[in-house]
Every structure is written in C-alpha cells, then in structure tokens.
C-alpha cells in the first residue's frame, strides 16, 4: 500500500509556471512506474508524463518541451514542473504508482491557467 497526496497547484496567467509535488507515504524505489494524469471537465483522464524507477521519462506531445517529471525515491516525492502554461492545461492533475500491477491515486489538485 502506499499513499499519495499531490500539492502545488493554482491559478496561474497563461505563460506562467507551477511545481506540482507528489507526496508518497513510503519509500518508492520498489515501484517502476509513476506518472501525473490529469481530467479536464467532461474529458477522461490522460496522462500527461510517467517516469520509471531508473528516471526513464515519457511525455504526452501536447506538454513535450514545456513540463518536466522528476522524481525522488529518497524523499519519497516526485514532481512536475510545468512553463509556459496554456489555458488548455487546465485539470485536476492526479499522481499516479503503479506496482506489479497494482495501481494507487492521489486525490488531485487543481491547475488552472487564466488571465
């Protein structure tokens, strides 16, 4: 089991930046894959970025170049650091572990990029 509770998000005008945080209740080194999902209202829930256990990253095209995913199984914590926001970025970003199969969610927390 492993919790996960994500911070860092808000109102932010478009061409800003925002550190999304994701907090795990244990040591992460055991879970390959982690990700950020998020879920813009009345869309499904897609993923933005994942990143394995060895710091393997992946990006959906449309935040290629502008977000960054991190993560510290140390801490255990892992990250998204978004530039260059778009209002079509705005969603409840949800982290996301998946472990043997076995997958866990955060709560979300709420991006939304405004004038």
């Known amino acids: 089991q492993v919790q996960l509770v994500e911070s860092g998000g808000g109102l932010v005008q478009p061409g800003g930046s925002l550190k999304l945080s994701c907090a795990a209740s244990?040591?992460?080194?055991?879970?390959?894959?982690m990700a950020w999902y998020r879920q813009a209202p009345g869309n499904k829930r897609d993923v933005v970025a994942t990143?394995?256990?060895?710091?393997?990253?992946n990006y959906t095209d449309s935040v290629k170049g502008r977000f960054t995913i991190s993560r510290d199984n140390i801490k255990p914590m892992m990250y998204l650091e978004m530039n260059n926001l778009k209002p079509e970025d705005t969603a409840v970003y949800y982290c996301h572990a998946n472990q043997n199969a076995v997958t866990y969610w955060g709560h979300g927390t709420q991006v939304t990029v405004s004038s």
């Open positions: 990143i394995t256990a060895g710091g393997i990253t």
């Open positions: 244990r040591n992460i080194f055991s879970i390959n894959l």
